[in-house]
């Protein structure tokens, strides 16, 4: 046979790795249809049926190599280059050795590995077979086989999967112009696989695979970045010689930007350090479906609104990057790091996370998990209609760990799914995202089993699949302006309007004066839940009495009060109040019982309340302590009981103090009833003031001729503790006073407050009213 000369169309490899995110849309199955016409065409099955044969010549060396290639695909094995032999006069190629991808062996040797963990080894696939085409360049400049070994010492690969192996994972410029058009249209790259093996009948002759398909959409994403990345560092640069206050930063070098950018203008870094507690990092916008990397930080502020802490845009997604970013980020807000913090489900950013802010909570948003749930269980949902059903409830209504362990293995049973891989990978982070373990942290949600409304919706109607950097700037500004507005409009409401009380209770009426009005209705939710339920004490250790909670005729599920009535202080076991930040029903509901009638103080977040961002800390107020003590009789026996005891073991210790504790109880009768005769009215005694007070078991009964005569003779041990006693309750009444001279402060400023806050709403309905009219 004379030799042929062969002429080969190279094509272009996909490469490997993977990539997280994908979103798919669903694209009309008509657009769809056009799209594949504009490239019907395209054919992965175009290679010549030949085998090589040494004499066999070639137009280039790449033909030679594109030849064998194809060769190798229809056989079963994977190319790849090995050696070359260069010319000693100009250093050009003139041989060139082509073998299968499992010719030679690994090179274990020691020296390569010894000063270094290898964290993920690769398997071995090198098994020395002998397989190779070598050509040699000839005088005419054309490329002749000078040797062909075609035995191979392992497997082949049959067709079907074939375009596993790496060689023959390549995406033509037809097929990159479809995956081109489908991704603008909206569509992830599974969908986009899914079209394809549909269209050409199997994934075998697609000739690639989904992860050289999401990589070649990340790496298009990125080039058609490169372009953008000056327009956003011009947009920003203009900004900030705007305002002063705006702030942005560049990972690397600002004129060649492949790092991650950070923005914030100055009304996001004031709204952090108002409601800077808890924080969401919202990364939804870099999966494949949008066309920007770009992931906003927010939170909530006191409406149960989505405030706006900064943003960023990932061009560099590793650790090293996110370290940056959050330390960035951190920098520009000032203050304390977040009690809490929720991001996507991602490895990479949590490492990243736990480095910068070891303090803080960190959680993985629960929405993200279970939309990625209806991906990963397609099957399970189209197979069982109740599973979505009994997913949730596992999820959100197990009220301890333990109901929550015992639910899940009865749920991957009942369902088979015991070793399905995703599930068991979200089951070892369970504490970063199912509710039950996280209730003791704080994430200012008002609502434990659904959705906070703030979690990936600052944004929502404005950024979307198809927004490009060019929109997203005006897109930006409006939803920024959009969001600003609605907060003016919730602190009209709150201000202006007045919330029908639906109790006699003053705490409901204080709880309508202290909070904004969406979370006074959340509040009002509870306490007129409380209705519904019964507190009775299971448990008092003088100190601490502990209450079973339960709805009438519902003791099976019963909630356990702990309260603490000297320092008025309560937890429950659903732990709401360290979730949300509002007290739960049962507490409230002990509270009833035990006359409490107002809430408080420590039990009224600053961040919940119509001042949240009034200079006046809510903190400061002292109210007078007679609010929180002396308005409840069950408090008042609680306390006289508390040191009574102590009266008793002391008096009990020896016949001596038993006799002085019966002879000053006694006393101590007289004085409570000549009290209570007169209704606890203050008596004059020489035109002095009289009071009594019990502090430590004892009441101290002071005026100025005590005074005089005690400095006219020594006084011994006990009239020393009694002269003790004395001052201590006169420095009392001086701090008591203070207290009530505070608080009339307090009012004042708050009135102050009250009123600037006013006449700011009604500026900003002025500034509307004239936009509107322009």
């Known amino acids: 046979m004379e030799n042929e000369v062969i002429e080969f169309d190279i094509g272009l490899g996909g490469g490997g790795g993977s990539e997280d995110g994908d979103g798919d849309d669903v694209l009309d199955e008509e657009n769809v249809a056009s799209c594949f016409a504009a490239v019907r065409s395209y054919s992965p099955q175009g290679d010549l049926d030949l085998e090589p044969y040494e004499g066999m010549e070639f137009e280039s060396e790449e033909a030679a190599k594109a030849f064998y290639n194809s060769y190798a695909r229809r056989v079963g094995f994977s190319t790849r280059v090995s050696s070359s032999r260069r010319s000693r006069k100009d250093g050009a190629i003139i041989q060139r050795s082509f073998v299968c991808a499992k010719e030679g062996f690994r090179n274990l040797n020691e020296k390569r590995t010894k000063d270094r963990e290898i964290k993920r080894p690769r398997t071995i696939t090198r098994v020395g077979c002998k397989a190779a085409l070598s050509v040699k360049i000839q005088d005419s400049g054309k490329w002749v086989v000078s040797s062909f070994v075609k035995e191979h010492n392992h497997e082949l690969v049959p067709p079907d999967q074939v375009h596993c192996l790496r060689s023959h994972r390549q995406i033509s410029g037809p097929a990159k112009t479809l995956i081109d058009t489908l991704q603008a249209a909206g569509m992830g790259p599974r969908r986009i696989m899914s079209a394809l093996i549909k269209e050409y009948g199997g994934i075998s002759k697609v000739g690639f695979t989904e992860v050289d398909c999401r990589n070649y959409m990340r790496n298009n994403r990125q080039r058609s970045l490169e372009g953008d990345i000056q327009l956003l560092l011009d947009y920003l640069k203009q900004m900030h010689s705007q305002n002063p206050g705006f702030f942005y930063a560049v990972q690397g070098d600002e004129d060649q930007c492949t790092g991650n950018v950070f923005w914030a203008d ?36 006191h409406h149960g609104q989505p405030v706006l802490f900064g943003c960023a845009f990932l061009i560099n997604e590793s650790e090293a990057s996110f370290i940056w970013l959050f330390k960035t980020w951190f920098a520009a807000m000032t203050g304390q790091p977040p009690l809490s ?11 990243a996370l736990m480095q910068v802010f070891p303090e803080t909570r960190h959680r993985f948003c629960k929405w993200h998990i279970f939309k990625k749930c209806q991906e990963k269980l397609s099957h399970v949902f189209l197979e069982h209609p109740n599973f979505e059903a009994d997913f949730h409830k596992c ?31 979200i089951y070892l ?12 942290a704080f994430f200012a949600e008002m609502s434990i089993t659904q959705r906070s409304d703030s979690m990936n919706s600052y944004f929502d109607g404005y950024v979307n699949a198809s927004t490009n950097l060019n929109q997203f ?7 920024v302006e959009s969001r600003a507005e609605k907060e003016v409009k919730a602190d009209y409401d709150t201000m202006n309007t007045f919330p029908v009380l639906k109790t006699p209770s003053p705490m409901e009426k204080q709880a309508s004066e202290v909070y904004t009005r969406k979370l006074f209705m959340r509040f009002q939710e509870e306490l007129v839940g409380t209705l519904t339920f019964m507190a009775n004490k299971v448990e008092d250790d003088g100190l601490v009495t502990t209450y079973q909670v339960a709805k009438f005729g519902d003791d099976n599920r019963a909630y356990y009060v702990r309260f603490n009535v000297l320092e008025m202080k309560a937890t429950c076991s659903c732990q709401m109040f360290q979730f949300s930040g509002l007290l739960c029903r049962h507490i409230l509901a002990v509270f009833r019982v035990t006359n409490v009638l107002t809430l408080p103080s420590h039990y009224i977040l600053k961040r919940w309340s119509r001042s949240a961002k009034s200079s006046v800390a809510l903190e400061d107020r002292v109210s007078d302590v007679i609010n929180y003590y002396l308005e409840s009789h069950t408090v008042r026996y609680n306390i006289l ?30 004085k409570v009833a000549r009290a209570a ?24 009964n002071y005026n100025i001729e005590d005074e005089q005569r005690s400095l ?63």
């Open 712 to 774: 006219a003779c020594p006084l011994s041990e006990d009239d020393m503790d009694a002269k003790i006693q004395e001052l201590s309750y006169q420095l009392d009444c001086a701090n008591r006073k203070c207290e009530i001279y505070r608080a009339n402060l307090y009012s004042v400023l708050k009135d102050i407050e009250d009123h600037k806050q006013q006449l700011s709403i009604k500026v900003q309905n002025i500034k509307l009213s004239l936009k509107d009219g322009l």
């Open 641 to 670: 009981r508390h040191e009574a005891f102590k009266f008793v073991e002391e008096g009990a210790e020896s016949v001596d103090s038993y006799a002085v504790a019966m002879a000053a109880l006694e006393v101590a009768l007289n």
């Open 677 to 700: 005769k007169h209704d606890g009215r203050i008596s004059l005694v020489n035109g002095h003031c009289r009071e009594y007070l019990t502090r430590n078991g004892v009441h101290a």
């Open 473 to 479: 700037f005006k897109l930006y500004e409006k939803a």
């Open 429 to 440: 982070d369970r504490r970063q995202w199912v509710p039950v373990y996280l209730h003791d």
């Open 341 to 351: 913090m929720t991001t996507d489900h991602d490895a990479v950013i949590r490492s």
């Open 266 to 301: 100055s009304k996001a870094r004031a709204n952090y350090s108002y409601f800077g507690d808890t924080v969401t990092f919202d990364t939804t916008y870099r999966s494949n479906r949008y066309r920007l990397p770009f992931a906003p930080f927010t939170g909530v502020n």
């Open 395 to 425: 999820v959100n209504l197990s009220e301890s760990t333990e109901e929550f362990e015992s639910c899940w293995l009865s749920l991957v049973d009942k369902y088979e799914l015991r070793d399905h891989d995703w599930l068991q990978a």
